[in-house]
């Protein structure tokens, strides 16, 4: 496993862009599929975005297709969400994700693919 730390949360307008961080403890952060989860209140953890070992593959939730995009830096051990033209509904509790043991896949949208978690940053979008 590996220790995981979101930062960049924060109260943003609607229409407004956030960036997330994520720092990974470990070099085994290379050797694996990261991704980004969020959960609003009263609602169950959803799958946002997932990222391949080399970052040349990626795939989004329908929510947030088109407006997010994830990426990583393998050398800062360090990924990242960038989220632009962000609406009420992605207020959220947003948490990164490490499957750090072997997978023949890459595009991984379930909780139970991931075997790391951070804490999460809270994103507030104000109406």
């Known amino acids: 496993q590996v220790q995981l730390v979101e930062s960049g949360g924060g109260l943003v307008q609607a229409g407004g862009s956030l960036r997330l961080s994520c720092a990974a403890s470990?070099?085994?952060?290379?050797?694996?599929?990261m991704g980004w989860f969020r959960q609003a209140p009263g609602k169950e953890r959803e799958f946002v975005a997932v990222?391949?070992?080399?970052?040349?593959?990626?795939y989004y939730g329908d929510s947030v297709k088109g407006r997010f995009t994830i990426s990583r830096d393998n050398a800062k051990n360090t990924l990242y969400l960038q989220m632009n033209s962000l609406k009420p509904e992605d207020t959220a509790d947003y948490y990164c994700?490490?499957?750090?043991?072997?997978?023949?896949?890459?595009?991984?949208?379930?909780?139970?693919?991931?075997?790391?978690w951070g804490q999460g940053t809270q994103v507030t979008v104000s109406s």
């Open positions: 994700a490490a499957r750090t043991g072997f997978s023949s896949k890459w595009m991984l949208y379930r909780r139970t693919d991931y075997d790391s």
């Open positions: 470990e070099r085994t952060f290379r050797s694996s599929i």
């Open positions: 990222i391949s070992w080399s970052g040349d593959m990626t």
